[in-house]
């Protein structure tokens, strides 16, 4: 469910599973329009799914509909799937976090959060699930900055009350600067996306051996990647989040942890 889901590439991942692992059913874009919920998230029952992801901009608003939320999800402030339950009732879960921690394991097997200092840039939906699963993975200082401060600030506080001092808000304005000494640098903002202007970064204070990560997957390879890696800066793209987010919801609906194949990146890449 989402407003558009169009460009959505999740019919495509979870119907490779669906016939991969021989399961009979299909996965469906839902266009949900904004203020649409209460009535579209409990026909999920009715209409026989197992349950569904929620995307653009029902994140946050769904979980109001749920019977229950998972804890994680619950610390994150938003779902991005839903499963009907056997007694019919709803149950909220968020796997971003998962997947974006996932993505860094796959890329680099021995990547280790508490390996030095993070800069993250941007505190919207994707922002708050990759911050709190670096923090419980153990990363020590997380670096936060945000265009309208107050949302980076928001965050941190939030954040402060189970994490201390590791999240702190530092101003848009010191980005270039923040950028020193770290060993882990993640853009979560839109910028670089298709059809958005590149990230305003100045990669001069990056260390050359920091790995440089962004949730962005169209393209693939963005501007800020592009840099990094010209610079000889191991990256991360953004596309094993969205394989990885997918895999336990997949195992939710259907009791099979699925596997990210080549064939399936493959034909996913194909797409971007
Ligand atoms: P949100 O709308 O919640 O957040 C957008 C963020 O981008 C905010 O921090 C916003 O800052 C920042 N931003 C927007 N315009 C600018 C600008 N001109 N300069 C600097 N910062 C800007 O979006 P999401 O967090 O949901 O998504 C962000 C990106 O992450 C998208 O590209 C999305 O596709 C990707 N994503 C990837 C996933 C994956 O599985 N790989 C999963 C989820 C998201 P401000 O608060 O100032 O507006």
């Not at 266009?31 to 026989?48: E, Q, Y």
């Not at 590149?198 to 962005?216: K, N």
């Not at 596309?239 to 080549?262: C, H, K, Y």
């Not at 990146?265 to 797409?271: G, N, W």
Request: hydrophobic share 45%.
């Amino acid at each position: 469910m989402g407003w558009p889901v169009s460009h959505s590439r999740s019919p495509l991942i979870h119907n490779y599973w669906l016939q991969k692992y021989g399961l009979t059913g299909s996965y469906v874009q839902l266009p949900v329009a904004p203020g649409t919920l209460a009535t579209a998230i409990p026909g999920l029952k009715a209409l026989g799914f197992k349950g569904c992801n929620v995307t653009i901009p029902h994140k946050v608003d769904a979980m109001a509909f749920m019977d229950e939320v998972d804890s994680n999800a619950k610390r994150v402030g938003a779902i991005n799937t839903i499963v009907v339950q056997a007694d019919g009732s709803l149950k909220g879960f968020n796997t971003d976090g998962y997947g974006y921690i996932q993505s860094l394991l796959d890329a680099k097997p021995n990547w280790q959060a508490d390996a030095g200092p993070v800069t993250v840039l941007g505190a919207g939906g994707a922002a708050r699930a990759v911050v709190l699963s670096l923090a419980d993975r153990g990363a020590k200082e997380i670096r936060l900055l945000n265009r309208s401060p107050a949302a980076a600030q928001a965050l941190a506080d939030e954040f402060g009350n189970e994490f201390g001092e590791v999240v702190k808000a530092v101003p848009w304005a010191a980005r270039h600067a923040a950028l020193s000494s770290v060993a882990l640098l993640v853009n979560t903002t839109s910028q670089g996306m298709h059809g958005n202007p590149a990230l305003d970064l100045d990669l001069t204070d990056l260390p050359r051996g920091a790995l440089v990560s962004d949730v962005i997957y169209v393209p693939l390879e963005t501007p800020l990647l592009q840099a990094a890696k010209a610079r000889g800066n191991p990256t991360v793209d953004g596309l094993g989040m969205l394989l990885n987010q997918a895999r336990p919801a997949f195992e939710a609906w259907f009791s099979v942890l699925p596997d990210i194949t080549p064939e399936l990146q493959r034909m996913v890449e194909a797409t971007l």
